[in-house]
């Protein structure tokens, strides 16, 4: 069956712009996960739905990050006035019960 | 400091050989351990879970060691298509769904 699929896979953005990160979970799966992986390091948790409800967006870095799921299928990851510090790649993972499944990631370089 | 350390290595092997890898966690809460597999450019994906009474799946082998809040795997026989980055992953005892990851250890199997 079709797995978690992200959109775009590759982000050009200049520093200030905004970015929109796309991201289409399994069909079911009631949990959503946003990672950030940077150069090197293991994914860091970002933020957490379960249907559309945003249940915890602690790991969010700074008030630029904002996430939304509105009818609890798709969600974006949008970032506003990009800075360098946010050139990683974006992963997203959904899940039905205990394992995440990840999508194929956005990789973001901000210029 | 980071909640789950690992070496990042590299580990260079040759095939056949046996490879073991470490981890480990600081938050003795903790209830939920699992080894993740990253390829190169790739998502993570599950490779097994581990039990506090140690699994094993094939040629790989995971341990726990609550005690000393340690975490290892082995791969036995290895493959050239073993080599990957092996990330080192901890359910957040807080929040109980986010998964922690250690920064990965990365292993080359060569002929």
Known sequence: GAGVSQSPRYKVAKRGQDVALRCDPISGHV???WYQQALGQGPEFLTYFQN?????????PSDRFFAERPEGSVSTLKIQRTQQEDSAVYLCASSYQYEQYFGPGTRLTVT | RKEVEQDPGPFNVPEGATVAFNCTYSNS?????FWYRQDCRKEPKLLMSVYSSGNEDGRFTAQLNRASQYISLLIRDSKLSDSATYLCVVIDSNSGYALNFGKGTSLLVTP
Request: proline letters at 0%.
């Open chain 2, 29 to 33: 809460a903790s209830q939920s351990f």
């Open chain 1, 31 to 33: 949990s959503l996960f």
């Open chain 1, 52 to 60: 559309e409800a945003q249940l915890d967006k602690s790991g969010l």
